[in-house]
């Protein structure tokens, strides 16, 4: 249930990573929203499929524009929504399952066009909605529904990934710090390029990670979250490699590069260049 | 064969000896000075090399199918001459490149040996082989060699030297045949009274889009339908307007759904396994309401099937690409003129009733250059969404019809949705609103069923419905059989899916209507049946397009199979 529709009946399980990420994502929009004097309607919220595509059912107050469209695909939608109208904020919200693997094939054109959008992405290491089965990032090893003697395939290193991929805002976060995370996000989507904020958002039912996250001096269990020192230089591309190789879940920004156009950008200055011929005069190239 | 009123020439050889150009450019000089012409193209899948052909049909009436037997045929190699003599009617000419022994055993034909590429050399511009063809040509049917020299002077204009040495390679070609040579004399021509583009199917589509006011194209490219691509990514560049080459059609359909749903106007142009991955898209726009525009251009299937062949096969997939209840509106033009007002209507029936439509085209159709009437652009309308005013809180999905478009940056935000959704766009599992969306979807259908259509012998109890791009084929099948006194009548819409209204009752109420179509199943025939309609396929499925005598005798042997009164018919 949700408080603009009584009737909405999907739920989030108690403790799911997902609500930080939700209220974050709030927080961003309105922040955003009030530094550039924009409506709320001025932003759109599209969706993968899987537990973390349901954010845009959940948010609270003014309602964006939301699209929930197809699993894995919430980027070439996000490209077609910002392509028409680059005065928008376009943000994705996708899982570890939609993203990285159904949708892994749709990171790299996006990377590189440098599309300005801002991708989000819960990563619990699991497919929850489909009850408990192995996700790209679930580690080696591991015995799940789909894993019966472990998984087999190797987990995806997906800040690596986005680095060598060539995206230009890379932010690695945490569910529960909603108000870091929404600095990350506001950060992310005011970054003139392709940006991801990748969260680590835990599953209480199928994957639980939050001990892991912050450790447990009582079970002797060192946090694998951790900050990223104030004096890294995300400008610097081998800083940023060796965040990633320290391990765990760092939180900050990793890396951004503000040397490339954005997408839209190239297209005003090829629009500046060229100008559209009417169709009659494209007819008239025709004329017998 | 003086006195004739049309002939066909057909230009055979291997990719690279210019054989694709050949039959363009005749049509494009032919038509030039008032002939009517279309050619019909078949390339190997490959860059470089392979058996490739090209024909032109020239006429002085307009004619809308490539024809039938050969009259002349160019052949640049050995595997050419023996691969198409057959298709060359008796009496017809064979010109042969030097390389090439003539058959002495064959005398249904008059065999003509013609240096092409020495004249060529000759004038200094080895390139200008194709040129001594049409001199040469000029000559066989008579058709002075001075069309050919002003196409050459506007085509070239701006290199005087290319110019001089392909006209001197058209003279040596003419001088090289004698006058007991000529095998037509098409007579004068008739400049058409109205304005004509010369023009492919595909580039028909492209400027049919520009009309309708197309603001976002993605695609990929894919034969037959890369010239789509091309053509908008050079000329799609106006302020708010965007052309991108996709990374799949995955990438295409999903990223033309997020235009739409941003109130842009948005197409992709495809072929089948293009179309096949857009599926999954498609069934979204449909589920989400969002406007976009889906051009397959069919070629023969299924998987990667003949590229660079044409066959009618895609229609079911086109009416029913998506898993679930969903039928998709589709428009098969069946000319190239149609390929244009096909473009236009497809755009005007997305926005009308807010969806995903499909053009269904075909490589003979895309292929193909033809002479046609100019568009009068003025006169051809164009429709654009209902635009939603209001305020926020709007409920998109509260309506049993189609409603108000709202799009982001503007009040009335919603969600739109995959999954079965509330009047919000909110996911549901209620079965009230999967009732609710169900009919409101179908019956937005409803106001696409006025539709023009052509009938002509309505009384006749048995008619042919051609569909698509087989349109001309048959319409000169028919005239065939009509002209022996046959009775049948004539029904055919580009509007396949659905059907105008009034013409599918009209289909009701016949004993048959025969639908010669390009596919082994017959699947508008299936397709007519599930409406209804007593309805019997003609199928092909060579690649090829249907030639208009062999498919006349086609029809009268399936009117006498099943023992219907036929008019003066002898099998």
């Keep these: 249930m949700s408080e603009k529709n009584p009737e909405y009946d999907f739920l989030w399980c108690p403790g799911c990573?997902?609500?930080?990420?939700?209220?974050?994502?709030?927080?961003?929009?309105?922040?955003?929203?009030?530094?550039?004097?924009?409506?709320?309607?001025?932003?759109?919220?599209?969706?993968?499929?899987?537990?973390?595509?349901?954010?845009?059912?959940?948010?609270?107050?003014?309602?964006?524009?939301?699209?929930?469209?197809?699993?894995?695909?919430?980027?070439?939608?996000?490209?077609?929504?910002?392509?028409?109208?680059?005065?928008?904020?376009?943000?994705?919200?996708?899982?570890?399952?939609?993203?990285?693997?159904?949708?892994?094939?749709?990171?790299?054109?996006?990377?590189?066009?440098?599309?300005?959008?801002?991708?989000?992405?819960?990563?619990?290491?699991?497919?929850?909605?489909?009850?408990?089965?192995?996700s790209p990032t679930t580690t080696h090893d591991t015995v799940t529904s789909s894993t019966p003697f472990g998984k087999v395939e190797a987990p995806v290193n997906p800040l690596e990934l986005y680095l060598t991929l060539g995206v230009t805002y890379i932010a690695s976060g945490y569910s529960s710090k909603p108000k870091d995370l929404a600095n990350l996000i506001l950060r992310g989507m005011e970054h003139p390029g392709f940006s991801i904020v990748h969260v680590a958002s835990p599953c209480t039912t199928y994957n639980d990670t939050y001990t892991q996250l912050k450790g447990s001096a009582k079970l002797g269990i060192s946090p694998t979250a951790w900050s990223i020192p104030a004096d890294h230089n995300p400008a610097d591309r081998s800083a940023a490699q060796a965040v990633i190789a320290e391990g765990g879940v760092p939180i900050g920004v990793v890396y951004q590069d503000n040397s490339r156009p954005s997408f839209d950008e190239q297209f005003v200055s090829i629009r500046a260049n060229n100008v559209q011929k009417a169709t009659d005069a494209q007819l008239a190239t025709f004329d017998l | 064969m003086a006195g004739?009123?049309?002939?066909?020439?057909?230009?055979?050889?291997?990719?690279?000896?210019?054989?694709?150009?050949?039959?363009?450019?005749?049509?494009?000089?032919?038509?030039?000075?008032?002939?009517?012409?279309?050619?019909?193209?078949?390339?190997?899948?490959?860059?470089?090399?392979?058996?490739?052909?090209?024909?032109?049909?020239?006429?002085?009436?307009?004619?809308?199918?490539?024809?039938?037997?050969?009259?002349?045929?160019?052949?640049?190699?050995?595997?050419?001459?023996?691969?198409?003599?057959?298709?060359?009617?008796?009496?017809?000419?064979?010109?042969?490149?030097?390389?090439?022994?003539?058959?002495p055993s064959d005398s249904n034909h008059r065999c003509i040996v013609v240096p092409f590429d020495s004249l060529a050399k000759e004038t200094g511009e080895a390139r200008a082989a194709n040129m001594v063809v049409m001199g040469g040509l000029s000559k066989l049917i008579n058709m002075p060699l001075q069309f050919f020299k002003d196409f050459i002077s506007v085509r070239f204009a701006a290199r005087e030297g290319v110019v001089a040495a392909n006209h001197k390679a058209l003279d040596l070609g003419l001088s090289h045949l004698s006058d007991e040579n000529i095998v037509a004399d098409l007579g004068a021509p008739e400049q058409p009274d109205y304005p004509q583009s010369f023009i492919k199917g595909n580039e028909a589509v492209a400027l049919g889009a520009m009309h309708a006011g197309i603001e976002t194209y993605i695609g990929y490219p894919i034969s037959p339908a890369t010239p789509i691509l091309i053509y908008m990514q050079k000329n799609l560049v106006g302020e708010g307007k965007v052309a991108i080459q996709a990374s799949s059609e995955i990438e295409s359909i999903t990223g033309i759904l997020g235009a739409g749903f941003a109130g842009k106007k948005a197409m992709t142009a495809t072929s089948g396994p293009g179309f096949t991955l857009m599926q999954e898209g498609i069934g979204l726009g449909w589920m989400a309401e969002i406007p976009i525009v889906v051009v397959d251009v069919q070629r023969g299937g299924p998987a990667t099937g003949l590229p660079t062949k044409t066959e009618q096969s895609d229609l079911l997939t086109a009416i029913y690409p998506a898993h679930g209840d969903s039928r998709m509106p589709v428009i098969a033009p069946g000319t190239?003129?149609?390929?244009?007002?096909?473009?236009?209507?497809?755009?005007?029936?997305?926005?009308?009733?807010?969806?995903?439509?499909?053009?269904?085209?075909?490589?003979?159709?895309?292929?193909?250059?033809?002479?046609?009437?100019?568009?009068?652009?003025?006169?051809?309308?164009?429709?654009?969404?209902?635009?939603?005013?209001?305020?926020?809180?709007?409920?998109?999905?509260?309506?049993?019809?189609?409603?108000?478009?709202?799009?982001?940056?503007?009040?009335?935000?919603?969600?739109?949705?995959?999954?079965?959704?509330?009047?919000?766009?909110?996911?549901?599992?209620?079965?009230?609103?999967?009732?609710?969306?169900?009919?409101?979807?179908?019956?937005?259908?409803?106001?696409?069923?006025?539709?023009?259509?052509?009938?002509?012998?309505?009384?006749?109890?048995?008619?042919?419905?051609?569909?698509?791009?087989?349109?001309?084929?048959?319409?000169?099948?028919?005239?065939?059989?009509?002209?022996?006194?046959?009775?049948?009548?004539?029904?055919?819409?580009?509007?396949?899916?659905?059907?105008?209204?009034?013409?599918?009752?009209?289909?009701?109420?016949?004993?048959?209507?025969?639908?010669?179509?390009?596919?082994?199943?017959?699947?508008?025939?299936?397709?007519?049946?599930?409406?209804?309609?007593?309805?019997?396929?003609?199928?092909?499925?060579?690649?090829?397009?249907?030639?208009?005598?062999?498919l006349a005798g086609r029809i009268k042997l399936l009117l006498a199979g099943i023992g219907q009164p036929t008019g003066v018919v002898n099998v």
């Design chain 2, 4 to 103: 004739r009123s049309e002939i066909v020439v057909r230009f055979a050889g291997e990719g690279g000896q210019g054989v694709v150009t050949a039959a363009e450019m005749l049509a494009r000089a032919a038509t030039g000075v008032g002939y009517h012409a279309l050619t019909f193209a078949t390339f190997p899948s490959q860059i470089l090399g392979g058996p490739t052909w090209t024909q032109a049909r020239v006429s002085r009436t307009p004619i809308s199918s490539p024809g039938d037997a050969v009259d002349i045929l160019v052949a640049f190699n050995d595997y050419a001459y023996q691969e198409h003599r057959p298709d060359v009617r008796d009496g017809g000419v064979i010109l042969l490149d030097p390389a090439v022994t003539p058959d």
């Design chain 1, 17 to 134: 990573g997902d609500f930080g990420v939700r209220r974050a994502l709030e927080f961003a929009m309105e922040d955003l929203n009030i530094k550039t004097e924009r409506a709320m309607t001025s932003n759109v919220v599209v969706a993968g499929i899987g537990c973390s595509g349901n954010t845009v059912h959940l948010l609270e107050g003014e309602q964006p524009y939301g699209f929930h469209g197809i699993h894995g695909r919430s980027l070439p939608v996000a490209m077609g929504v910002k392509m028409s109208n680059p005065e928008l904020n376009v943000v994705t919200v996708a899982g570890d399952g939609d993203f990285l693997s159904i949708g892994m094939e749709h990171i790299a054109p996006q990377a590189a066009r440098n599309l300005n959008i801002c991708a989000i992405i819960m990563d619990n290491g699991v497919y929850g909605l489909t009850k408990g089965q192995a």
């Design chain 2, 336 to 550: 190239v003129e149609e390929c244009f007002y096909g473009s236009v209507m497809a755009f005007n029936w997305a926005e009308r009733y807010q969806g995903p439509v499909m053009l269904l085209t075909e490589h003979s159709l895309a292929e193909r250059a033809q002479n046609i009437r100019k568009p009068d652009l003025a006169n051809v309308p164009v429709e654009e969404r209902i635009r939603y005013t209001g305020s926020n809180g709007y409920l998109r999905y509260e309506a049993h019809e189609v409603s108000p478009f709202s799009s982001p940056g503007g009040p009335g935000s919603y969600i739109a949705n995959g999954s079965e959704h509330d009047v919000f766009g909110d996911t549901t599992h209620l079965a009230k609103y999967h009732i609710h969306m169900t009919e409101r979807r179908f019956g937005k259908l409803k106001l696409l069923e006025d539709g023009d259509y052509e009938a002509e012998n309505v009384t006749a109890s048995i008619a042919v419905m051609p569909w698509g791009g087989s349109k001309g084929s048959v319409r000169e099948a028919l005239d065939l059989l009509l002209a022996e006194g046959v009775d049948l009548g004539w029904y055919y819409t580009m509007y396949v899916s659905p059907l105008p209204a009034k013409m599918l009752q009209e289909l009701k109420n016949k004993d048959l209507v025969i639908v010669p179509e390009l596919n082994f199943q017959g699947q508008m025939a299936l397709n007519l049946r599930s409406q209804g309609i007593k309805a019997e396929a003609i199928t092909q499925y060579t690649g090829l397009p249907f030639g208009p005598s062999d």
